[in-house]
């Protein structure tokens, strides 16, 4: 047997993944899929660079939903093991110390402690590493503002758990929680490290045990400046994401209600299963019509290039839409949707392999938005009617508040207390 | 409450982690670690330079092995599904005319294909992605040399299932495979994307199916320039490993035996489990015991730097040596198993959390050598002896014959057809 065969066949299809884009080779298609204004390209040679930090104290919000989006993120969420609310005071005030040391590149705590009988209070394993743009943002889940913790009378006017929604298919080990951690870091070490630290932190000190937990990587959310990233189906995701600072101030940023809620926010997760392999035999046609965008440049399937403005009233020689009624794009556009608009954080997930012997992998799918209920109106309809419901299922789920940021001397939430 | 006491703590522990090792800050300290001759520092800031690639085709041993570490590693092994001679060998020549494309940054097929019904022969998630150092390797477990498949003659002599070895607790479903991908690479989508997709070809054709797998993050095995990374103990890991030329020759690839055999090399895997909230909750002056180094500087105990050559030999004013009967450097080292040395290419992996509520991590290690008993050797008084036991469980094992790579037109292990 030879090769020849496979080699000719492969070397016709020889395409620089970055050619497509950018190469000469690319001719026309790679001017037209360049972005719109607003958006630089990716240079030709993408580093990544470690040194990179965020502060965590300011005025404004947390680190972690403004920031363009890092390369990995632990997501944790804990349940309180106490109603004490001294308790809980003590560990906002422990996370919030230790998370600023964390975002600066430090350790939290000695390694190697002095006395011989001690342990140590950093797990050490970030040393020699960079801050690698780490962010840790906090959030607070529904049952943390109860008459037990005395904390009922601060609750956000918007906070409950999230509704029933079509196409849920919750795992009861992998929802709600009382506390959030999102941390993000171009290093998934550092970003390990400080979950783990904080997660350590919740366990000694008696108040908080971890429920549910998700490792993510990629940039499945465009940010400014970055080439939009794509999901495990392939497809560009976050074409359309919110990237201004006024939609930031008029969709993701709480602008009422008591001072220490302001630039604040509602935080949604779901752990998203996307049946890949089911995907994959799926013919491309197809998956473009579940999306309504054409898979390689990531433009609607009415225009020709990725930011094109989608025309959902164009139709076919036939009358059909070109878009069709069930196209994932239709079902969440703000256009279709009174003007809502939500910031998606999303990160690509594996879990390895499933019983069955299938690729286990998804979306780890976060959300920022000044309503809950925003992310409810968009994902009822996408649950109910979605083209792609066939090939995804919503097995996670939690909501948090995610306050604003503390200033320095201060810490998460701590005018709960007061 | 105040934060006051919480903040002047931390600031009391305001240390850089790098400063650590490099600051001006760290005084003699940061000269005292840093790396003996041979071995370059980490440049003050960390980049990743994503547009590297690695040939595939070459006469030598197959990419990914004496390659240095890159910071994310798939691997995942496969069961043959057919005992068809000729399946084995189109699966080896598809796999390996993709991964010469994949290594190359580019797709394995079209993404859009220009026939309606057709669907994508590259699932897309990789596109626009450099080719980030990626180096797939491919291995052959015992089964593959079978009387049913007529490859029994072509066993490489040492191959065979590995020994039963104090301390297994091996699980069935993360134990065996008749083929293993080890897919490494500085951009974890890229190496999700090559393993999916060949992954897919080889269930296509009908020939092998998904058996277990390991992702796996971190530099966690140091290599030629690179500072030594650390493990989920917080222990820098691999400061003894082989870095020379002439010590891969004499260790890793085997120098004899038929011609296609040459520049091969015996891979061995486990999944290492580490109950790292246990060690946690043990006292540093311990760890540093059980390993036989000092934990921050990673010197032996029985030196200030972590290049100094431990003294096996040294005792406390008491008689009791520095390094104890059982540290885990004393057990593998060279100077106490007759010369023997492996080369481990080890990452951090972590599970998320288990069944108990505790943090689910290890280590995944890779050991590649010209001798599986050499591993074998070595295990056997680890897992008898090694202080380190109490906190670590061998969960998953795998043993492949590494072939060399492959020449172009050629495909891995083509002789074996002939």
New interface residues.
Partial sequence: ?T??H??D??AA??????G??FGAAAGTAGAAMLPAAGFAA?P????????QRHPFYGKGPQAGIMTPPQ??VFF?TFDLTTQDR?AL??LL??W???I??LM??????????DR??????D????????PAGLTVTVGLGPNVFSDALGLAAHRPALLRPLVDLPSDALKPDLTGGDLSLQACAD???VA?HAI?DL??IA?VTGTA???????G??RASAGKGQ?T???????KDGTRNIVQPADFDRHVWVQDGPDWQRHGTYQVVRKVQMH??NW??????D??AVFGR???SGAPLTGTKEFDTPDFAKTATDGSPVIQDTAHIRLAAHENNEGVKILRRGF?Y?D??NQF???D?GLLFLSYQNDPAHFERLQARLGASDALNEYISHIGSGIFFVPPAPTE???IG?AM?A
């Fill in positions: 047997m090769l020849k496979l080699s066949a492969a299809l020889q395409i620089s993944r970055r497509l884009l990716t030709e040679t993408d580093t990544i660079d470690l040194s390369r990995y944790m001294q005071q003590v005030a422990r919030s110390a230790a600023a040391q600066k590149g430090e350790t939290i705590g000695q390694v190697e402690p011989a009988e001690a342990v140590g209070l797990t050490a394993e970030a040393l020699e590493l960079e290093d998934p070490q390990y783990r997660a350590r366990k045990a971890t429920r549910w937990t998700v490792m990587f990629g080439a990233p794509r999901n495990l189906m392939g497809f890949i392999e994959d035999t799926d013919r491309v046609s998956q473009n054409h898979k390689l690509n594996t390895g392999i012997g299938f690729l992998a001397g201060s810490y701590e207390f």
